[in-house]
């Protein structure tokens, strides 16, 4: 499979009802002309999966970094799932490496401490070209990825599907 292929795969086949689910998005305003189109995608893609609108809410956070202070707050309104949206594009410090790795590692620690999936959807890219062919580029967009993740790992938290 081509990477540009393998990177739209978006399990098609699934037959996902997300129509029992509550979903919080995260989203960072740094470098928003990226942020903004991942989260358009998560939001498009949770309603064609059955969530409803009024089920899916929406807290903004100034950068990348907050995203994981944004999540934790997210999870006291006991959503089914969280997505975590950010974009760090590499510039020519250590700060992206920094950064990069403290999301990752935070989301990562809040996926062991909490009950309730967060779906990480931080693109980190070398350049701004890259971050634009993966949210709504020649890539596709990995929001509509971290849709699909919120709902399977929530119904598999419920024991709605099989793993």
Known sequence: MSRVEKNKNL???????GSSLKV?????QWNSQITESLY????????KLGVQSSNISRINVSG????????????????????????LIKG???HFDFLSNAIANGV?????????????SVLTDNNLEQAINRSGGKY?????EAALAAVEMALLNKNK???
Do not use: W
């Open 92 to 94: 020519e410090t250590k």
């Open 108 to 120: 990562k620690d809040l996926n062991i401490l909490f009950d309730v999936p967060i779906i990480f």
């Open 140 to 144: 596709g967009n990995k929001g509509d």
């Open 40 to 47: 358009e995608a998560a939001f498009l893609k949770l309603k």
């Open 64 to 87: 990348s970094f907050e995203l994981i202070f944004g999540c934790k707050l997210a999870i006291k309104d006991k959503p089914d799932s969280v997505i975590a949206i950010g974009s």
């Open 161 to 163: 599907i099989q793993s």
């Open 11 to 17: 399990n098609k086949n699934k037959d996902l009802n």
């Open 24 to 28: 919080s998005i995260v989203v960072s």
